[in-house]
């Protein structure tokens, strides 16, 4: 069998050798093999997770979810230049005629359209270098990670230009193919007309960037709706005032007279160590074993461990039985406390001085506590095996009393640990703000989310607006008709916003259901999730048509008030 080691967040360097002995030792009894691998370092922040000992995925999951969604906020943003570019294609109509009587061929049409978009391309290229490097910081920041543009790569620069070169053939082509094919003599007679058909590309556009942004609307809401659904889960225990360090040096052998030292003081209100941090778990098995257990049964338990007193330093509940104190009662060396959850896996009845047995270690049942959280807060709670003092520590955990401020009993910590232990840094990390980077990963996903939905909304409407200038542009006529025959700027205003908003609707329509599958699709991974009720669906399209009233009417206001002579003049 191969395990594949992945150090936990805070992890000392020192304590690897140490940590692959203590994982060998646990697999040694129950399998015949045993090769450590660590996974390369620079690849640990995106390749986090195994599925029978090979890479399975991990951040690198949401990075490529997000290309993909940036990709297709480009291509959309691309179609959006085609639609604007279109819809002044009647000013641009009889230059286009003019070109053409003067011996311009279709060709060298499209290479001035196509050359102009690639100018444009090449100036939003810039721009965006520029907002790329004002930005990095920052963006390092919300992702934790130390982010540096290769500037003395020519790879670099080399793909930089060929992305900005083929960002401007793809988002000039149709409108250079589309103005390159009006013919002059409709152009220059004025006889050249332009097709306002109900359904045709642009509005099919607007539908997909909408749906698409309701979409990102919708899966916002539901990633912060869930981040603020595991923070309000009762973890079962008190985070709070609890500061680790991790044993280096010449800890683990002056423990005892540093612990005396912090309690007596007053400094400290209890002290425990651990195998891990309270924060999360980094061991668990299914090598379990009790009287009366099923042999087909593999339960898989996490395995914690403590000295004593870990019930007062954490603010456990106590179910049955007590915590363990090597004080009154040294034989505690081999207690165990369980949780609620594996007693009821167990089917014990009576746990309290059952033998459980962990590989060749055997335990004797002193105390039952209710389920507390250290696990990931969006799972279930699973059943959890609490060793004794014969299991390894790395861990010293610290119940700061409030006899001060806290800032002054780490003053006090830190001078003790400095004294037993001069060789070691004093490094110490509190519980809770340890706990809270479970949330990190979901959280940025909310941010990034946002963000990407923020933006597809912004290109949308810039995308609407184009399509609303370029059918005001042919109702012009129409509109001014309407006006000599008594019709009001607001019926107008309604008459060029209903058809947008009817685009809108259909973007609701095809938006909830694939938001609420894909939606679905991701809480499935958690065992503890949120829900989603009606009114973040609602909620959406609300914010969607309101954002569409005000792009649409805009321009639907400024072609209601036309002087109806100068839209007739020509008839």
């Given at each position: 069998m191969k395990t594949y080691l992945q150090l936990k967040p805070h992890t000392d360097p020192a304590l690897l050798d140490q940590k692959i002995r203590d994982v060998t030792i646990r697999h040694s009894a129950r399998t015949e093999e045993n090769e450590i691998f660590l996974h390369p370092i620079h690849k640990w922040h995106l390749y986090s997770n195994f599925e029978n000992g090979k890479i399975a995925g991990g951040r690198i999951v949401i990075v490529r979810l997000f290309s993909i969604i940036a990709g297709f906020i480009l291509l959309i943003a691309c179609i959006n230049f085609m639609n604007?570019?279109?819809a002044r294609s009647e000013k641009?109509?009889?230059?286009?005629?003019?070109?053409?009587?003067?011996?311009?061929?279709?060709?060298?049409?499209?290479?001035q359209f196509i050359g102009e978009s690639i100018l444009i391309s090449f100036i939003a290229g810039l721009l965006a270098f520029v907002a790329v490097v004002l930005t990095l910081p920052a963006f390092g920041t919300l992702i934790g990670k130390n982010l540096q543009l290769p500037y003395t790569s020519a790879a670099f620069w080399l793909a930089l230009l060929s992305f900005v070169l083929l960002t401007g053939l793809i988002a000039g082509s149709y409108p250079a193919f589309f103005l390159s094919s009006f013919k002059p003599i409709e152009i220059l007679k004025g006889t050249f007309k332009r097709t306002n058909a109900t359904v045709n590309p642009r509005k099919v556009l607007v539908v997909i960037q909408f749906s698409f942004a309701i979409v990102l609307i919708i899966s916002t809401l539901v990633v912060v709706?869930?981040?603020?659904?595991?923070?309000?889960?009762?973890?079962?225990?008190?985070?709070?005032?609890?500061?680790?360090?991790?044993?280096?040096?010449?800890?683990?052998?002056?423990?005892?007279?540093?612990?005396?030292?912090l309690v007596s003081s007053g400094v400290a209100a209890s002290m425990t160590k651990t195998a891990s941090p309270l924060?999360?778990?980094?061991?668990?098995?299914?090598?379990?074993?009790?009287?009366?257990?099923?042999?087909?049964?593999?339960?898989?338990?996490?395995?914690?461990?403590?000295?004593?007193?870990?019930?007062?330093?954490?603010?456990?509940?106590?179910?049955?039985?007590?915590?363990?104190?090597?004080?009154?009662?040294?034989?505690?060396?081999?207690?165990?406390?369980?949780?609620?959850?594996?007693?009821?896996?167990?089917?014990?009845e009576d746990p309290i001085g059952q033998i459980v047995k962990d590989g060749e270690l055997a335990y004797h049942v002193v105390g039952v506590v209710k389920d507390f959280l250290i696990g990931s807060p969006y799972e279930h709670l699973r059943p959890m095996v609490i060793e004794?003092?014969?299991?390894?520590?790395?861990?010293i955990n610290i119940k700061l009393s409030n006899s001060a401020e806290t800032a002054e009993h780490v003053k006090a910590i830190e001078a003790v640990f400095r004294r037993y232990n001069p060789d070691y840094p004093f490094e110490y990390h509190f519980v809770d703000?340890?706990?809270?980077?479970?949330?990190?990963?979901?959280?940025?996903?909310?941010?990034?989310?946002?963000?990407?939905?923020?933006?597809?909304?912004?290109?949308s409407c810039l995308g609407l607006f184009g399509l609303a200038t370029y059918m005001a542009e042919n109702r012009v006529k129409e509109i001014g008709v309407r006006k000599v025959l008594g019709a009001s700027v607001m019926s107008i205003t309604a008459l060029l916003s209903r058809e947008f908003m009817l685009l809108v609707l259909i973007s609701i329509v095809i938006a909830?259901?694939?938001?609420?599958?894909?939606?679905?699709?991701?809480?499935?991974?958690?065992?503890?999730?949120?829900?989603?009720?009606?009114?973040?669906?609602?909620?959406?399209?609300?914010?969607?048509?309101?954002?569409s009233l005000v792009t649409v009417s805009y321009q639907a206001v400024k072609a209601a008030l036309l002087n109806p002579v100068k839209s007739l003049r020509s008839e």
């Open positions: 604007l570019s279109t641009r109509a009889k230059e286009v005629g003019i070109r053409k009587a003067a011996g311009a061929n279709k060709s060298w049409l499209v290479g709706r869930q981040i603020r659904h595991a923070q309000n889960r009762n973890a079962g225990y008190d985070r709070g005032q609890i500061i680790f360090h991790w044993i280096t040096g010449d800890l683990e052998k002056n423990y005892d007279q540093i612990k005396r030292e924060s999360y778990i980094n061991s668990d098995t299914w090598g379990i074993e009790w009287k009366g257990k099923n042999p087909a049964d593999k339960i898989d338990f996490d395995r914690f461990s403590e000295d004593e007193d870990l019930v007062k330093t954490a603010g456990l509940q106590l179910i049955a039985g007590r915590d363990m104190d090597l004080t009154k009662f040294p034989s505690d060396s081999s207690a165990m406390l369980l949780n609620e959850s594996a007693v009821k896996v167990m089917r014990l004794g003092a014969q299991s390894s520590f790395n861990v703000e340890d706990y809270a980077l479970k949330y990190e990963d979901t959280r940025r996903i909310a941010t990034l989310t946002g963000l990407f939905a923020g933006l597809t909304i912004f290109i909830i259901p694939v938001a609420w599958y894909a939606m679905q699709l991701w809480l499935s991974d958690f065992s503890y999730h949120t829900n989603m009720p009606w009114w973040i669906f609602a909620g959406a399209g609300l914010l969607a048509i309101a954002v």
